[in-house]
């Protein structure tokens, strides 16, 4: 019925019983047919079903072949039952005649069913183009236990698939099922056929190897166990035969489609697996191995699917590109397109016209010239090369692939008026060579002498196009431009100048990005970054349209071309091909995180590790032998990304500076104000001031050296360390001080040290550069109260003073100051159960710390300090810097240990709390609360003993 009502067929006619047995739709296929014309009407039913079928167009989706050059080329099908409802019924004679005529062919079954019913079908031709069978493949899942997926018409197999693709191929493709093979043709690899199955390569298979001239044959049947069974026991066969033999190696478990449609782009994946095919046979190959042909191709031939006895050639076309460029000149003696033939020659014989469009009798007698080749005319663009010999216009695609010297794999396409031939040939091979020229002279009626001549001048510009394409690519991408004296001078006093990062906040702000001075300044820095051997990784994290993307444009606007690499997305394994020194010292932006999560393992690496390495098996040319192949890509790299999602990857998370951009109302009042400026005088004048700010920031980075940076007070730097993420977050800062000291190098001395007989030069850092990094790093790496509760930033507050007044009255340092909860409890009045809530949370978000007692209980350590009522960002635990100065200058190498540090004992002469050194008691004396009764002095104490344990 749904059928019915698919086809259209009226049921709004009077109710009551319908005697009548003739359908109203009409018959699809002719009983008075032969068997093969039957064939043919069964094919072309189904193939107009699967263009009305969203079910099996959604399938062959998810398979990756739902391209129209495949499903009109081969006339793929689908069978919904829907055939036997446009037959007459059994019980008339002309249906039952066409149904006898349907069973004896397969088509239906002895039930009547239809034997294809809920398959994709794919007719097989001959090389005639009739149809001498189909295939049909269920589409739906979860089928009920027995039912096959894989169905033939019953009978022999009697024609090899696509086997007229494999003329004049040096190299064929054999599959085990016919959906891998049409997986390879749609990713251009189009002398491909396919068995039907582990056990159905046929003699028909092997007769068409041979009469095409086939002499390598590449097996890609499946990676089980089965087909690894099956392909050997082929290769042992066709090797009998004088073929050479070659296995693909797809992953284990994996076939063409499935491994085409998991690792893309497929055109690439595929011809990867075809080049590192193995040799199967004992010894090395008969012959050297010349895969040219499996070169992903655009245009092809497809063996008459489409009209029985003719071959039809689908184009998949790329965008076509307006510019267009002179082919370069052929040089010296090989220039040979300067003379036309002085003899038209006759065709008399062919009865082709003349090709000046002159009869015989117009063309004055004269004595033979020495044939010259006619003049080129050629017109390159990105995609294609015209060139034109007279009428003659021959097409070449592919050029821009072909860049290998020892081959020249390219499509061509030869046309007079109307007729053309066209085909994929390596241009170095003389038996494809010879087999275009024959096609294309009885294609065109043209004398195959007139299209050697024309071949061979081909063949000469091609040479030199590659040459140029070849150096083209081997040049290296950005070269760094020379600075004149004045933008040598001009770039120098803005790294002389003592505001210097006042000027860098400054000149965003002319380039037109308003506030966001401290992601702005960030962003700069971990840019400059790059030339450490730890850069900084950056991650820009915002709602839609809040300008994140912005940001990072703006940023990437002050890089110098030549050290920053951008991209939209990334694949799984983009990152590992790039080459050795692509990436080293250089910025890598990817503009949205989601499309890098594919890369996301490799980016990981590239940042942690500072290189990218992966071993890949391929065959050695020389042994033909599998050999692993390391491709190694260099760092370090500075990496930059932006990103919308709430919830992040928490491995990439510890790995980037997260720069959250301001999404509050004045700042977009701001933008607005500047975005209407840009419309003014003044905004046009400063658009075009903008640009030399760009290049003298440049300039600027450009004159930046790689030195090394010491950092003499980095055994004083404190810095939280109850969670395993400060490992990572520590270095982060670290890196951020080493770089502002890096900026200002024209700034400070260099100095060099004698090191195993080399000088190495270094800066060092100064103070300001510490608060400089302090200031920076409470705004990346800090917190806000605002992210507290009401009443546990309240306690915090009341901690506050209460530890504050505890210090004034006892002389002891902010950072060594303990106390427990029940001290805090009567202290401040408050209820236990209360009190225990809010100090977890303050434990949790790390304002305070858990000590254990010498007693076995537990004391607090408050680590905040005061900072953020304002709403600013504050981080906790990092060193004052007026009290490092004073510390520094007492003592250069280490404090002592009876000093007390600023917010927390630093890392000197001796081990911190809780960091495993001994105790001292002499150091650490026990300290009494003067707002606590003598009796719990006990309960506040500083000093632990060497069983001391942190919690966080």
Known sequence: MLELLREGVDFTGP????????????????????????????????HRTLKASPEALAYLETRGLKHEAVIDGFRLGFANRTLGLRLPDANRLAGEKVRARLQALGVLRDSGHEHLNGSLVVPLHDEAGAVVGLYGRKVTPKLRVGTPNHLYLPGPHRAAFNSAALAG?????????????????????????SAYGVEGFTPHHLEALKRHGVRDVLIAYDRDDAGDAAAEALGRQLEAEGFDCYRVQFPRGMDANEYALKVQPAAKSLGVALRHAAFMGNGAPRGTPDFSSLAASPTAAVPGALEEGKRVAVTVSAKA???????????????????TPAVVPSSSARGDPPESGLTPVDVEPQRPAAPRTPEVVAEVTEEEALFHFGPRRYRVRGLAKALSAESLKVNVLVSVGEAFHVDTLDMYAARQRAAFLRAASDE?????????????????KLEALQEATLKDKLAPKKTAPTLGEDEREAALALLRHPRLLDMVV?????????????????????????????????????????????????????????????????????????????????????????????????????????ELTIASTGKDPASGKLVTHEYRVEGP?????????????????????????????????????????KQTLEGLLAKRDRDAVLKRHQN??????????????????????????ARRDFPKYLTLIRTIAL?????RPVKTVQHEGAVVEYVEVQLEDIATANRLAHAVLGRSLDDLPPQTRRLLTQLDEWVTNGCRLTGVARGEYRFTRRQVREALSLGDTQLKVHLGRLLEMEYLRLWRGRDGGFEYQLLYEGQGHDGARFLVGLVDVDALCHAYDSSRSALEASQSGASRPPVGGQSAPGRGGADDETARPLLHLAAVGASDGGNARQGLNAETASYG
């Open 15 to 46: 109710v009551g019983p319908r005697v009548a047995t003739v359908p109203k739709l009409a018959s699809p296929v002719d009983a008075a047919a032969d068997d093969a014309a039957l064939l043919a009407q069964v094919r072309d039913y189904y």
């Open 169 to 193: 191929q040096q190299a064929a493709i054999v599959c085990e099922a016919l959906l891998d093979a049409l997986s390879f043709w749609v990713a251009g690899h189009r002398n491909v056929t």
């Open 321 to 339: 590109t307006t510019a267009v460029a002179s082919a370069p000149a052929v040089p010296g003696a090989l220039d040979t397109s300067r003379a």
């Open 444 to 460: 065109l009626r043209l004398p195959e002498d007139t299209l050697k001549r024309d071949m061979g001048a081909l063949l000469l």
């Open 506 to 610: 400054d000149d965003f702000e002319r380039c037109g990005v308003v506030g966001e001075e401290t992601n702005k300044l960030v962003g700069y820095l971990a840019a400059v970054s790059r030339k450490l051997d730890e850069p900084l990784a950056v991650l820009i994290q915002s709602s839609s349209a809040a300008g994140k993307s912005s940001l990072m444009e703006a940023v990437l606007a002050f890089v110098p071309e030549e050290d920053k690499t951008k991209f939209s997305a990334m694949t799984g394994q983009s990152l590992f091909y790039m080459g050795d020194a692509d990436l080293k010292h250089k910025v890598l932006a990817v503009v949205e995180e989601e499309g890098a999560a594919r890369a996301a393992y490799a980016l990981k690496l590239l940042q942690s590790e500072g």
């Open 637 to 677: 790299t500075q990496l930059f990304l932006t990103t919308t999602a709430s919830e992040l990857d928490e491995e990439l998370l510890n790995r980037c500076l997260v720069l959250t951009v301001d999404e509050e109302r004045a700042q977009t009042k701001a933008i607005h104000e500047k975005q209407k400026e």
């Open 700 to 725: 600027a980075q450009r004159l930046l050296r790689p030195l090394a940076v010491v950092n003499p007070y980095a055994r004083h730097l404190t810095f939280l360390d109850d969670r395993t993420r």
């Open 743 to 747: 900026l200002h190098q024209h700034q």
